[in-house]
T-cell receptor, first 111, second 116 residues
Framework: GEDVEQSLFLSVREGDSSVINCTYT??????LYWYKQEPGAGLQLLTY?????DMKQDQRLTVLLNKKDKHLSLRIADTQTGDSAIYFC???????????FGKGTRLSVIA | AAGVIQSPRHLIKEKRETATLKCYPI?????VYWYQQGPGQDPQFLIS???????DKGSIPDRFSAQQFSDYHSELNMSSLELGDSALYFC???????????????FGPGTRLLVL
């Protein structure tokens, strides 16, 4: 069955880079996503990557995918206090099938 | 840009009551998904609809039902509410077969349900 794993907590200093890691088990996953959830708020899509890509960069965000190891990471450059939130990785077989989420990583940014 | 709209945003019910949550997808999106997120938990898929037909079913209790209407909005009906139903209920929408950007699921702000 599908399972997505993330470390639960990460603490970084403002201005440093943050790296949030995720592993998944379903090798048939085609789309992998990162969502951000601030306290009491909804899920904001940050970025996504196809399984046939190794890397995707979008401003301060860099996504790396190691398909062989089924490992996905999200790097946030120059982390700001506004980046403090829970970050969920999610996988799906196609773009229109249900998302399977990891447990989420709570990122705390220290000023 | 228009986003997914959910109503109500907050709802308080008592045990054994019923509740109806509504979701209005992004214009021209034809697929709607419902997810439940318990306190401190990750979102869990409940059910989805494509072109008014159920397309996938997840961990939705038998006490819950849902449908998608001709205008593509969807309603989640919850009966015999239990304390454990207290959660944040998200709706997401996407558009099938239009490429990755459109097939991506965009989430609404959620309905926070509290069952007392």
């Amino acid at each position: 069955g599908e399972d997505v794993e993330q470390s639960l907590f990460l603490s970084v200093r403002e201005g440093d880079s943050s790296v949030i890691n995720c592993t998944y088990t379903d090798s048939s996953s085609t789309y992998l996503y990162w969502y951000k959830q601030e306290p009491g708020a909804g899920l904001q899509l940050l970025t996504y990557i196809f399984s046939n890509m190794d890397m995707k960069q979008d401003q301060r965000l860099t996504v790396l995918l190691n398909k062989k190891d089924k490992h996905l990471s999200l790097r946030i450059a120059d982390t700001q206090t506004g980046d403090s939130a829970i970050y969920f990785c999610a996988e799906t077989f196609t773009g229109n099938t249900p998302l399977v989420f990891g447990k989420g990583t709570r990122l705390s940014v220290i000023a | 840009a228009a986003g997914v709209i959910q109503s109500p945003r907050h709802l308080i019910k008592e045990k054994r009551e019923t509740a109806t949550l509504k979701c209005y997808p992004i214009p021209r999106h034809d697929t709607v998904y419902w997810y439940q997120q318990g306190p401190g938990q990750d979102p869990q898929f409940l059910i989805s609809f494509y072109e008014k037909m159920q397309s996938d079913k997840g961990s939705i209790p038998d006490r819950f039902s849902a449908q998608q209407f001709s205008d593509y909005h969807s309603e989640l009906n919850m009966s015999s509410l239990e304390l454990g139903d207290s959660a944040l209920y998200f709706c997401a929408s996407s558009s099938q077969g239009q490429g990755a950007n459109q097939e991506t699921q965009y989430f609404g702000p959620g309905t926070r349900l509290l069952v007392l």
